[in-house]
C-alpha cells in the first residue's frame, strides 16, 4: 500500500511537469507503444525467462509484465537533463505515464488465483478501465482548475497542497470505478500543470519535493524485502533476462510499435535504450509476493536486480548515445520562460513574476519593445540582486527578473505576449511567432513578409539588423 501510494505521488509529479504542447503530437505515438508495445515486450521477456532461465510460465508473464513497464521518475529526472527534441521527449514522457495502468492490470491478473481463461476477456478488461481511468482523470483535472483559478485560497503555501490533493483524489475516484486509478492520477495532473495556475513555480517545486520523497521511501521499504545472499543467487539470471529485454524485446516493441508513425530509425533506437526502469517495476513485483504466488520471492530478486543493474547501465550513457546518433535540440533554441501569476481578487489585476533564462530570445529586447497590451506594464526589473523602475528604453538581459502588472481582461494576453518575444525575440509578430500585440490581438505574418525579413538579417534571434519601433503594434502598421 505505501508502494501504491508512492506510485502515484510520483506519477502525479509527472503529470504536472508534462507540458501539453510537447506530448500533443506524440499522444497516437505513446498510446501504441504503451499498449501495442507493452505486449510485444511482454511476450518476449516472458519467453526468455522461460526458456533460458526456467521459471514456469506464470512467474515467467508476472516478470515479463513487470519489467516492461517504463518508470515515470526514472524518465523524467533523465529527459530533462538530456536535450532532445521535443517529439522524442513528448513520447517517451506520456509512455512512461500512460503504461504503468495496463502494466498493472496483467500484473493482478497474472498473481490472481486462477489462471486467465480467455486473452481477449484480459484484453477488453484493460481496454475499458484505462477508458474510465482516462475519463475520470480528465474530468476531475478540469474541475480542479477551474475551481483553484477562480477560487482565491487564504494562503499562497495552500496551492501546491490543493493541486496534489486533487491529483490523489483522481486516482482514488478512478480506483473506486474500478477503472486505472493510475492513468487518472496522471492525466488529472496534466491537466493541472498546464492550466496556469496561481503560484504555478511554488506548486512545482512542491510536487517535485515530494516526488523525491517517494522514491528515497520506496527505496528504503523495498531494501528492506531484500536478502544479500539470495540476490547473489539469481544474479545470473537477472543480467540474462534483463539483456533480452534491453537488446531484444524493448527495440522490437518500438520499431513495431512506432512503424505506423515514420519516425527515423535512429530516433527510434535511442527511444529503445531510453526505456528506464527505476522503483516502480520493483513496486510491482511485490504484488505477487502479497497473492501468495508459488517463487515470488525469486521473481522479486529478479526484478531488482535487472532493475539496478541495468538502470545504472542505461541512465548514464543515454547523453552519450543521442550525441553518438546526432540526436539533440538546436543550442540556439529558447528556453521558456518561468511565469508565476498572483491574483489580486480585490484590484481585478494580476501579478506576473517572469525569470529570462539563458538562451531567451528576450536578451536585448528593449521594455518598450515588448508591446504588452494596453492595461499591462514592466513595473520593476531585479538584475544581479538589485531591483530598479525600468525605463522603456531598459535593455533587458539572461538572468533578469520581471515584475508585470496587468488588469484581468489583458492577463491572457500579456503571458502570450511574453512568450512569443521569449521564443521569436522583438520581431516575433513579424516572423509569425504566436503572441499578442498592442491590442491583445495575435499576429502572424503573410510568407512574402517572413521571407523579406529573412533576407533583411532579421531573424527572430534577439538581436536584429534593424529594431522593430515602438508603433509597430498592430498588423496596419507592420504593412
Not at 506464470?58 to 532532445?84: C, E, M, N, Y
Request: aromatic share 6%; charged share 15%; hydrophobic share 50%.
Amino acid at each position: 500500500m505505501i508502494g501504491y501510494a508512492a506510485l502515484v505521488v510520483i506519477l502525479a509529479e509527472g503529470g504536472l511537469g508534462t507540458k501539453w504542447k510537447e506530448v500533443k503530437p506524440a499522444l497516437p505515438a505513446a498510446a501504441v507503444l504503451s499498449t501495442v508495445g507493452v505486449g510485444i515486450s511482454v511476450g518476449i521477456t516472458a519467453s526468455a525467462a522461460h526458456y533460458l532461465v526456467g521459471l514456469d510460465w506464470r512467474q515467467a508473464l508476472i516478470i515479463g509484465a513487470v519489467v516492461s513497464s517504463t518508470d515515470a521518475a526514472a524518465v523524467f529526472s533523465v529527459l530533462r537533463k538530456v536535450p532532445l527534441p521535443s517529439r522524442i521527449t513528448g513520447v517517451l514522457e506520456a509512455e512512461s505515464g500512460f503504461n504503468d495502468a495496463p502494466v498493472v492490470i496483467l500484473v493482478v491478473a497474472f498473481s490472481a488465483a486462477g489462471p486467465v481463461e480467455h486473452w481477449y476477456v484480459l484484453v477488453g478488461e484493460i481496454a475499458l478501465e484505462l477508458a474510465i481511468g482516462a475519463a475520470i482523470g480528465l474530468a476531475v483535472g478540469w474541475l480542479g482548475s477551474f475551481g483553484l483559478r477562480h477560487v482565491a485560497l487564504p494562503a499562497s503555501g495552500l496551492y501546491p497542497i490543493a493541486v496534489m490533493a486533487i491529483a490523489v483524489s483522481a486516482y482514488a475516484t478512478g480506483a473506486m470505478a474500478h477503472g486505472s486509478g493510475f492513468l487518472a492520477v496522471y492525466l488529472a495532473a496534466m491537466v493541472l500543470g498546464n492550466s496556469k495556475l496561481p503560484h504555478w513555480p511554488a506548486t512545482r517545486g512542491f510536487a517535485d519535493g515530494l516526488g523525491w520523497l517517494a522514491q528515497i521511501g520506496m527505496f528504503v521499504l523495498l531494501g528492506l524485502l531484500v536478502t544479500p545472499h539470495d540476490l547473489l543467487d539469481d544474479f545470473w539470471p537477472a543480467v540474462v533476462v534483463g539483456l533480452v529485454l534491453t537488446a531484444v524485446a524493448r527495440p522490437l516493441s518500438v520499431f513495431i510499435s512506432l512503424a505506423p508513425f515514420r519516425l527515423p530509425h535512429r530516433e527510434k533506437a535511442l527511444m529503445s535504450w531510453a526505456g528506464l526502469r527505476g522503483a516502480v517495476p520493483i513496486i510491482l513485483a511485490t504484488i505477487p509476493m502479497v497473492s501468495g504466488i508459488e517463487g515470488s520471492t525469486r521473481v522479486f530478486n529478479i526484478v531488482f536486480v535487472l532493475v539496478i543493474v541495468y538502470t545504472l547501465i542505461q541512465g548514464p550513457t543515454l547523453p552519450w548515445l543521442a550525441k553518438a546518433l546526432k540526436i539533440g535540440d538546436d543550442p540556439s533554441e529558447t528556453s521558456d520562460l518561468g511565469i508565476e501569476s498572483a491574483p489580486l481578487e480585490r484590484l481585478r489585476g494580476h501579478l506576473l513574476s517572469v525569470e529570462v533564462p539563458g538562451r531567451s530570445k528576450m536578451h536585448g529586447v528593449e521594455v518598450g519593445e515588448l508591446r504588452l497590451p494596453a492595461g499591462a506594464a514592466v513595473t520593476l526589473v531585479v538584475r544581479d540582486g538589485k531591483s530598479f523602475v525600468p525605463a522603456p528604453s531598459t535593455v533587458l538581459r539572461h538572468g533578469d527578473e520581471l515584475l508585470v502588472v496587468a488588469t484581468d481582461p489583458v492577463r491572457d494576453a500579456t503571458e502570450a505576449r511574453l512568450r512569443a518575444v521569449g521564443e521569436g525575440g522583438k520581431l516575433a509578430g513579424w516572423l509569425g511567432t504566436g503572441g499578442a500585440g498592442r491590442q491583445g490581438i495575435a499576429t502572424a505574418e503573410p510568407p512574402h513578409l517572413v521571407r523579406l525579413a529573412k533576407r533583411l538579417g532579421m531573424g527572430g534571434d534577439g538581436h536584429p539588423e534593424v529594431r522593430a519601433g515602438e508603433k509597430a503594434g498592430s498588423r496596419r502598421t507592420h504593412h
